[in-house]
Structures are given as structure tokens and as C-alpha cells.
T-cell receptor, first 114, second 114 residues
Framework: GAVVSQHPSWVICKSGTSVKIECRSL??????MFWYRQFPKQSLMLMAT?????????EQGVEKDKFLINHASLTLSTLTVTSAHPEDSSFYIC??????????FGPGTRLTVL | GDSVTQMEGPVTLSEEACLTI???????????LFWYVQYPGEGLQLLLK?????DKGSNKGFEATYRKETTSFHLEKGSVQVSDSAVYFC?????????????FGQGTTLQVKP
């Protein structure tokens, strides 16, 4: 149980385009999902907390107009990187909160912006 | 503010050696504590958790005890395998309800050699 999927697993796009990443909880309902960014050999950086049916809460320093988050259902949250640039290249990981405040993580999405 | 500190890596061990990865935390109250493992190119997997003082979390031969007096949650395994090679993250849960989130340590890389 407690499986979280992400799609796509990797994406390459041109600078200036937008990319959407999906995060799904496959076997449970997730009121709260999280989006992280991870740079090589570093820890996870929380970008935002996504609650179903309400606006996401962004961490300090994260541009909400650039990283659009939508959590329209209890099993799906999406992250859209708008007007992507090479510095947005990173590993993006989502997670869903469980009953004991643990988080179940997706496998991650590798974004490369050319 | 709340924080998690892990021992620096990489930790290199021979197969069947004993493992200890130190983790200490700073927090108000009694947060839930977690260990996550990340294999190359993948997202994080929950390894074990402890929700209150003196709890021992265990899974796949790994264990960690929530020590309130020393604010520690060290990860241990009696005999490591090559397949245990990964990055290990210690984390605590801060906050409550929809505002709660995980605070991660910097991660410790474990390399197990045959």
C-alpha cells in the first residue's frame, strides 16, 4: 500500500516552454501532498505544500508564479514549471502525507531544460 | 528553529559489517522521527519511524530508537549487504494538521563493498 507515482519520470524541454509533472496517490486518498526539489548529492528542498481544494503554500524563496501547483482531487497533484530555463533543471519529487505524518514519496522526475 | 543533523558521509563498509549512522535533532516538543532511504535515481522510501520517546522503529534489519534525553535517532544494522548501498535521510515532523512538514537532515551516503 501507500504507493505514489509520478509522471513523467524524465523530461527534456526547450528553454521557455512549460512542463507539467503529475503526482498520484494510487491506493489511498491524500489530503496533503508536497513538492520537493533535489540537487545532485544534496538533501531535499521543500518547495510547497499542496492541500486538496485550496491554494498551495509555498516555502520562502520559491516563486509561486513559476511553479504552479494544483491539487484538484484527493489522488492527484500537479506541478507546472512555467517558462522553464536551464537553472530549473533538477530532480523533482512529490510526496503524500500518511496517517502518522510520514510521507510516501514518488519516484521523482528528472527535468532537463536545454 | 527545528533541525536535523546527520553524520557526514560517505560511510564505506565491508559486507556484514555493523552500521551506525548518527542523527540528532533540535525541536520543540516531541516530534515524530523518520529514516528514509534513497537508491540511485529514485525517490525516497520510508525505512522506519518512531512517534514517541523510547519507541524503536525497525524494518529490513535496520532499527532506530527515539532517545529524548539525547535528542537522537541513530540508525543501526548488525550486518550490512551490498544492496544497502544508498543515501539515508533522517527527518522529523514539525507542525500539525495541514501545516505540518518534514525537516530532513543532509543525508548520509552508505557504500557497502563485497
Amino acid at each position: 500500500g501507500a504507493v505514489v507515482s509520478q509522471h513523467p519520470s524524465w523530461v527534456i524541454c526547450k528553454s521557455g516552454t512549460s512542463v507539467k509533472i503529475e503526482c498520484r496517490s494510487l491506493d489511498f486518498q491524500a489530503t496533503t501532498m508536497f513538492w520537493y526539489r533535489q540537487f545532485p548529492k544534496q538533501s531535499l528542498m521543500l518547495m510547497a505544500t499542496s492541500n486538496e481544494g485550496s491554494k498551495a503554500t509555498y516555502e520562502q524563496g520559491v516563486e509561486k508564479d513559476k511553479f504552479l501547483i494544483n491539487h484538484a482531487s484527493l489522488t492527484l497533484s500537479t506541478l507546472t514549471v512555467t517558462s522553464a530555463h536551464p537553472e530549473d533543471s533538477s530532480f523533482y519529487i512529490c510526496s503524500a502525507r500518511g496517517a502518522y505524518n510520514e510521507q510516501f514519496f514518488g519516484p521523482g522526475t528528472r527535468l532537463t531544460v536545454l | 528553529g527545528d533541525s536535523v543533523t546527520q553524520m557526514e558521509g560517505p560511510v564505506t563498509l565491508s559486507e556484514e559489517a555493523c552500521l551506525t549512522i548518527n542523527c540528532t535533532y533540535t525541536a520543540t516538543g516531541y516530534p515524530s522521527l523518520f529514516w528514509y532511504v534513497q537508491y540511485p535515481g529514485e525517490g525516497l522510501q520510508l525505512l522506519l519511524k518512531a512517534t514517541k520517546a523510547d519507541d524503536k522503529g525497525s524494518n529490513k534489519g535496520f532499527e532506530a530508537t527515539y532517545r529524548k534525553e539525547t535528542t537522537s535517532f541513530h540508525l543501526e544494522k548488525g550486518s550490512v549487504q551490498v544492496s544497502d548501498s544508498a543515501v539515508y535521510f533522517c527527518a522529523l515532523h514539525r507542525g500539525s494538521g495541514n501545516t505540518g512538514k518534514l525537516i530532513f537532515g543532509q543525508g548520509t551516503t552508505l557504500q557497502v563493498k563485497p
